[in-house]
């Protein structure tokens, strides 16, 4: 398949950025997204230009590495994918695609597609944790965790920290992100010692660092790879609220 | 050829690492604050390591070339993490878990160290409990076991699918716990580029910032790796794009003695190639063989039409069809070990059955374990698979049999580590699927979790102290000293030289060269006259590599490119020794096997009377390198022939 | 407008917000049960009556003050986090977001505003006569009371009047719409079986009062 490429380029945080086009002939429908993108920088490379630099790794939909918001949509118009495992049989031979990178003020462009996600560690950094030290844990089956709960649990856990239910919030808002982490340790009766501090350091630095306000209307949940539940920002804001006045 | 000391402690095996522990040395509190430790890598090994050693009170260093250290290729791991709980009350112990994973290394793994491995593995267990990693539980709120391959057993713990992601969350939970604490720097997006080394002892390493292309020098007491395997050195495999050997390599060049090369994994079950642009495999996992029946047409002429897509799976006849591996091995049937059913499929492909686009793939047939289970049973047990398989392939596995060739996975070779996993670079500590102890020849399923975390978590933190201890009257060292001077120097001459080649063809094109030579030769089955071949390839490409490569951008900048070149520089030079290893070893054990040495059926040959031995590589000058051998003595265990048949 | 306000966190002012969003949809209930009144043909007796009650009763008097106050409140704490929201994404995407969303809740602030210029003409044609800022359109009452029943009849007598009105009545409705799950959300709210209900309800709940108001100047329209 034939296709128009507007790629987002920008040399550098501070420089000014703009959209550069290019064409791509003969692209099999079984090539994920980034392979389609080695291929363009490939030809580019042997043109003498400069490619085009992307965020991926591990190519297989779960270190979180890779992003682009490719035509309005982070991670593509696959429901329930990364960009990695998207693949080309989902767009037309001759369509344009748009691909920029995730926007918002805590996401600062590193270079073209890339941003700095750093913002999330540290989010993690004030609380995504149960303190413990190495070494000195009780005998593991000493805490019982109730099955249903466990999978919930499980369920937030699997966030993968890509950053695109911000990239499809309309207020750039973490709010899936952080609840998620919430979630996954306050479902859990070792993580509820420190739940109420963890929920106040982790909004606060949410906050802090940019990310817009909540406004309901769940892009996040609806462009989430792994399907992470609204339900975990219910949850969030219970134990926030509940945090606040006891 | 001068022996290894691995430094192992006498007496019986059971009670090595209590004595150990007994008798080490340790730094004290006020002495701690002012040592310095570097850790490279944020995978399971590094992250627990780098955690473990702020709790304890050291000034760490962490680096990743990641964007955040929760994105190591750790997180990939699917199946589970063992254990010797003997939660099912089945019968398994410290010591069954030992014995299994010396068995499933093909006795090439040394004794002591697996033991302490089985002996640590279930305090792995309590503290990632502890740290809120959500295993699966029972419905009265226990966790959950399930069965794996290579045990009679069941002792594998998991989270979903997800063990890895869980596993390395948990410790890049405690990591963040201390980099908040500021016992830990974080040093994202930086890659090692070399070791530094004063007076014969390791002391810091220079780095490259990948977003503004500088060189930084760290100083450090003692320097930790925790940097992965090199089976990128075949360019698909199921490692992520940037797993590299680098850092292994440097200090490899440095003075660090590179262990069983060749022994590398390969996994059967993977998604097939599917054209030129293929950058990656996806593992699927290994369950699926116990309810898939693996087959390829027994006509050519069928497989040839089904290349050509003029038909599908279904319209080849039952009788039509070649269930190679239930064939050839009617005791195991689809069960054998991942490497007999690696080779199995290699074989038929080889021989002109193999069916798909590119004619490297066989089917995995669920067709007969729906008719007899329905189908509602095979969605509940790998319906995620089936999914994730059908957004890849877009084919139904349903309806349509599942298409899988073998990948490179795991890598069981690494940097030489004595019993205290130091390298022979004093002060050099290598972790994880970095270092070459635990596995041996072949490494059974869920074994890595249990061994990144275990070297992280429970041994390292103890033998650093060793050494450390005799290091607390060294000051933290000026990095202007000529050591550094020297070492940044190299770096920046070696980056320099790539960009000056302004070449014609890109490095992808290189890597693709190298992994096409490593795969043909250094593959699933090696023989002599094939390694001898792919080291002559290997260096003719090198040399290509250094005439004709191109980077585009600048050094002094965020250059993927450069990135990449200096990796696949490495892997070009490491494919050489890899195939020089395989081509050493005269036998057949666990992920090597040598054409030559095979049974009348085809089985590994192992020769223990001339093989028994770690291939400690040294390296002298590029492409000549130096054995060292450290014996393997089996104290504990009865040396057997593996048998599948 | 002291700073301490403005660093509330995030979730505190959503709280406030859906708090006080859930107080104004019981006054839209109550203020609705008084237009009906309208609709009995009485020349606006019922009406006036009710009216009565409401602008002499010192614990409604009380009420309105708090009434006031939520509505401000509401209306500054939505702007404070629209402008944050803007702010936290400087660099705009050059596609405009194509994830399947709920329409409606993409434009609260809108909606809202809209919600706030009916407020304002509402303001001007009522509470104004009452506080002497503006002229009243019908006589006052002999008690010196303002004719609220009189000065309705008027402008619903007004065809253009009627149909801004139930334009920006629909306006409201949009806002209802989300709003009503939305603050069950924020409060933390939710449950795999009651959350359905309490979207259903929502719904209902903002097309019914929207529909009451709109009947009004429909009766009179027609």
Redesign the interface.
Known sequence: MNLTLKI?KQSGPKEKGK?VTYTLKEISPNCSFLEMLDILNEQLINKGEEPVAFDHDCREGICGTCSL?I????HGPDDAVTTCQLHMRKFKDGDTI?I?PW????FPVVKDLIVDRSAFDKIIQEGGYISVNTGGAAEANSILVSKPNAELSMDAAACIGCGACVA?C????AMLFVSAKVAHLGLLPQGRIEAKERVKKM??M??AV??????????CE??CPKLIS??N?????????CA?VS | MAELNAKVPTGPLAGKWTRYKDHQNLVNPTNKRKLDIIVVGTGLGGASAAASLGELGFNVKIFCYQDSPRRAHSIAAQGGINAAKNYPNDGDSIYRLFYDTIKGGDYRARESNVYRLAEVSNNIIDQCVAQGVPFAREYGGSLENRSFGGALVSRTFFARGQTGQQLLLGAYGALSRQLKLGTVTLYNRHEMQELVVIDGKARGIIARDLVTGKLERHFGHAVVFATGGYGNVFYLSTNAMGSNVSACWQVFKKGAYFANPCFTQIHPTCIPVHGDYQSKLTLMSESLRNDGRIWVPKNKEDAEKHRKRLIKAKDIKEEDRDYYLERRYPAYGNLVPRDVASRAAKERCDAGYGVGDTGLAVFLDFEASIKRLGKQVIEERYGNLFQMYEKIVDENPYENPMMIYPAVHYTMGGIWVDYELMTTIPGLYALGEANFSDHGANRLGASALMQGLADGYFVLPYTIQNYLAGEIGVKRMDTSKPEFEEAEKSVRDRIEKLMAVKGNKSVDHFHKELGKIMWEYVGMARNEAGLKKAIEQIRALRAEFWKDVRIPGLAGEMNPELEKAGRVADFLEMGELLALDALNRNESCGGHFREEYQTDEGECLRNDQDYMYVAAWEYLKEGEFQLHKEPLKYEEIEVKQRIYK | MNSSFLHF???????WMAGLGLFLMTFLLVHLSINLCLLRNDGGEWFRTAAHFMGTNYIIKGFEIVLFGGFIFHVLLGII?QL??W????????????????FL??Y?IYTGAVVLIFLVIHMFNFFFIKMGWVGSPVPFLQEGEPDFAGVALYLFSQPAYSIVYIVLIIALGFHLY?AF??AF??????H?TYTPFITRFGICYAIIIPLGYIIIPLYFLI
């Open positions: 987002w959209f918001y035509n309005g949509r982070p748009i920029e926007r918002a003020k805590p499809a309309k207020n750039a808002s909004v606060a949410m906050d940019g990310f817009g306000n909540c406004t309901n209307t769940y892009a609806a462009e609204r339900s920002i219910a949850r969030m804001n219970r134990e926030f609220m606040k | 966190s995030s979730i505190t002012k959503k709280i986090l944050k929201n702010l936290s994404r400087p660099v705009r995407y050059r596609v405009t977001n194509k994830t399947p969303t709920p809740s993409k609260m989300h799950q939305a959300q924020t409060f933390g709210l939710d795999k």
